[in-house]
């Protein structure tokens, strides 16, 4: 015959009835105790002393008991079981969300004269990439390209908060006092065309070099392509907020400019309505004079329209 087993809830369950019924059992002896005084009381003389004693003892045998009673009822513990393991989370690629870090504050490496620079500039100013601003933008690029011999500008690239430019510079320094003169130059023009007054930059430039082939082929097509990281782009289309339009260099266009195309085959630019510089002085740009950013970089490849920032 098989035995009936009793679960947790029916174990649970008696032990509360039992408890109740000693709990009545106590009250019940309290009771006849406190009785027999009474009677006891009735047939003697000191009344008064033996009901007094037949309190305090019910008293304390009924605090006792229910202290001895009255513990706190057991609790059961929960039986870890042993369940599937959660698979790792992938790691996030490409930076935190959040506010962008500063520029940290150390000393610049000495740069080459033989390899081009990144730099990028942000500003705290959000409208740099307009048919308003843009044009002022582009001017004081080409001042500030042409008012050092030992400083050059030789692509760029405007966006909405920020600047990409590929520079050449002779040493560490003339780069500080070429960059410093471009920030100063933007800074007036733009705030004086909008009306504005006070700082324009938001931090120091950033700066990386480039020393090989690739690395300036992957740097050409970042900040030509760049307006394609931030919008929607299509496949045949070239930036007019950047030096693109003066580019020899793409692969569909078999190394010629678009500018110097005939205007029935000039690919369509995005958005319209950016004229280009009126005289020549205006072309913020200049020839690249180091062999990686003028014939090196062809070696790794030329870059194509439709070819995103890597």
């Not at 059992?25 to 002393?49: I, K, P, Q, R």
């Not at 605090?63 to 599937?84: D, F, I, N």
């Not at 920030?183 to 006070?198: D, E, F, H």
Request: proline share 8%; glycine share 6%.
């Amino acid at each position: 015959m098989k035995m009936r087993r009793l679960s947790s809830s029916n174990c649970s369950g008696g032990r509360y009835a039992l408890r109740r019924l000693s709990r009545s059992l106590v009250m019940a002896a309290s009771l006849l105790v406190v009785a027999l005084s009474l009677s006891v009381v009735a047939t003697s003389h000191s009344g008064n002393e033996v009901l007094i004693s037949a309190l305090i003892t019910a008293s304390l045998f009924d605090v006792k008991t229910r202290k001895r009673l009255e513990r706190k009822r057991p609790v059961q513990l929960a039986l870890p079981m042993p369940g599937v393991p959660k698979k790792p989370k992938a790691a996030r690629r490409g930076p935190k969300p959040g506010p962008r870090g500063l520029v940290r504050h150390r000393a610049r490496e000495a740069s080459s004269p033989l390899h081009p620079l990144h730099v990028v500039m942000r500003s705290k100013f959000r409208s740099l990439r307009s048919q308003f601003v843009f044009p002022t933008l582009r001017k004081a690029l080409a001042d500030a390209t042409r008012a050092r011999a030992d400083f050059r500008i030789t692509q760029f690239s405007v966006q909405g908060d920020h600047v990409h430019l590929l520079v050449e510079a002779d040493s560490k320094q003339a780069l500080s006092r070429g960059m410093q003169g471009l920030a100063i130059r933007i800074a007036r023009q733009v705030n004086r065309l909008v009306s504005r007054s006070g700082k324009l930059w938001a931090d120091r430039f950033f700066s990386r070099a480039l020393s090989s082939p690739r690395s300036v082929r992957n740097a050409l097509a970042y900040v030509l392509n760049n307006f394609k990281k931030h919008r929607a782009a299509g496949a045949a289309q070239i930036d007019p907020y950047s030096s693109a339009p003066y580019f020899a260099g793409f692969r569909e266009l078999r190394g010629k400019p678009p500018w110097d195309l005939p205007c029935s085959r000039r690919l369509p630019l995005t958005p319209q309505g950016v004229p280009p510089p009126a005289f020549d002085d205006e072309v913020p740009i200049l020839e690249a004079c180091t062999w990686l950013a003028r014939v090196g970089w062809r070696k790794a490849g030329l870059v194509a329209i439709a070819e995103g920032p890597i």
